[in-house]
């Protein structure tokens, strides 16, 4: 991720990643306490744009992340590679553009971060991540249907294909990592108190089009904590109630509705190679 997303540069002021970070730290804890010579652990590479002032450095150590913390100093026509060199499985920037959308073309989750209004509270040892499904967990396959044909059109189309799993969208592989982590803090026993929870939360209905994304997620062998189908409602007031350290969405419509409800939101580009 940028650097600025964790800390503000021009002051000593946390960015809107800070909560996201301090929480992968509690959950690698829990994770080094029952696993304590696994190396899958949570990593965050932070990319400072301004390597020789050391400003950097010393933040990370004052808020105790170094262990979790690796800091590069990477231009921007190599910052692709760099992350398929690192196995990337989550790219946050601070600001859209090019890069953000290459990174999605070549299959990473990448997404752009947003800092919300407000603060709103969130879970010190509990990461909550929630997902958006079309264009993010999903292929935009069904958004392209309901953009050409209308509210009906996309209705009859998840009728007709109700059964038939939808493609992969570019977080696929970051859910996977996270319910990962989850079965194996589950066998030590820690399943209502998992320090890892995963939610879906979709414009999609109760009817054929929720029980296709949810359909979907069997089929992938996927279970995610908690599955919300608004039907068309909003995204605000389950997000109040859920309280995420970070939320993708694909709509610019949702993110604002994220922000204003103090929620830490990421827009996610859809891929160009996407039909």
């Known amino acids: 991720m940028s650097s600025r997303l964790l800390f503000k540069q021009e002051q000593q002021d946390r960015g809107p990643a800070f909560n996201f970070v301090k929480a992968l730290k509690a959950v690698n804890a829990e994770l080094r306490s029952h696993y304590p010579e696994s190396e899958e652990l949570f990593k965050v590479i932070l990319i400072d744009d301004n390597p020789s002032s050391g400003i950097l450095k010393h933040k990370i150590h004052e808020h105790g992340l170094k262990d979790l913390i690796t800091v590069l100093s990477v231009t921007e026509d190599q910052l692709v590679s760099e992350l398929k060199t690192n196995n990337t499985h ?5 600001k859209p553009g090019l890069k953000v959308q290459e990174a999605v073309n070549e299959g990473i989750a990448a997404a752009t971060m947003s800092t919300p209004k407000t603060d709103m509270p969130v879970s010190e040892d509990q990461l909550h991540v929630v997902f958006d499904g079309d264009a993010v967990l999903f292929s935009n396959e069904s958004e392209l249907v309901f953009q050409s044909d209308g509210l009906q059109g996309y209705l009859k189309n998840e009728k007709q294909k109700v059964k038939i799993p939808m493609n992969e969208g570019p977080f696929k592989g970051f859910l996977e990592v996270l319910i990962k982590l989850q079965k194996k803090l589950h066998s030590k026993g820690l399943c209502k108190k998992c320090p890892i929870r995963t939610y879906l939360v979709t414009s999609r209905g109760a009817g054929c089009d929720g029980y296709r994304a949810l359909n ?7 279970e995610l904590d908690e599955s919300v189908l608004l039907g068309g409602g909003k995204k605000g007031p389950t997000l109040q109630r859920i309280r995420p350290h970070i939320f993708f969405d694909d709509q610019k419509s949702h993110i604002n509705a994220a922000l204003e409800v103090g929620s830490v939101a990421c827009l996610v580009p859809s891929p160009k190679n996407n039909k």
Do not use: P
């Open 90 to 94: 989550l790219y946050l920037s601070d």
């Open 216 to 222: 979907t997620l069997h089929t992938w062998g996927l």
